[in-house]
């Protein structure tokens, strides 16, 4: 069955960084667009960041661009989030996801995405 898990999460630092893996089974990863998302209690998932199947294009939310970088390895089935200059509001819980999605891809939409991971914890705090 198809299975996402997440690790990389932790506590760190204002200003650090921290690169969250996405390891995927159970389907043909190299056809499935991967997005990051993350959650708050009380607050809507919201979308971070997706990286195409087909060309790797990516997408991001707007308080996220230019600090994170989602990236894929087809040969190791693993998706990469890499988050630099972490801020406190970036503190959630983040979730990797996959649909079969041709072309570009979207985060405006979590309907879209069909399988989920548990999620990882990121904490960003002095």
């Known amino acids: 069955q198809v299975q996402l898990v997440e690790s990389g999460g932790g506590l760190v630092q204002p200003g650090g960084s921290l690169r969250l893996s996405c390891a995927a089974s159970?389907?043909?990863?190299?056809?499935?667009?991967i997005a990051w998302f993350r959650q708050v209690p009380g607050k809507e998932r919201e979308g971070v960041s997706c990286?195409?199947?087909?060309?790797?294009?990516?997408s991001y939310g707007d308080s996220v661009k230019g600090r994170f970088t989602i990236s894929r390895d087809n040969a190791k089935n693993t998706a990469y989030l890499q988050m630099n200059s972490l801020k406190s509001e970036d503190t959630a819980v983040y979730y990797c996801?996959?649909?079969?999605?041709?072309?570009?891809?979207?985060?405006?939409?979590?309907?879209?995405?069909?399988?989920w991971g548990q999620g990882t914890q990121v904490t960003v705090s002095s």
């Open positions: 990286i195409s199947s087909s060309d790797s294009s990516t």
């Open positions: 996801a996959t649909a079969r999605i041709g072309g570009l891809c979207y985060i405006s939409d979590v309907n879209e995405y069909d399988y």
């Open positions: 159970g389907f043909t990863f190299e056809h499935y667009a």
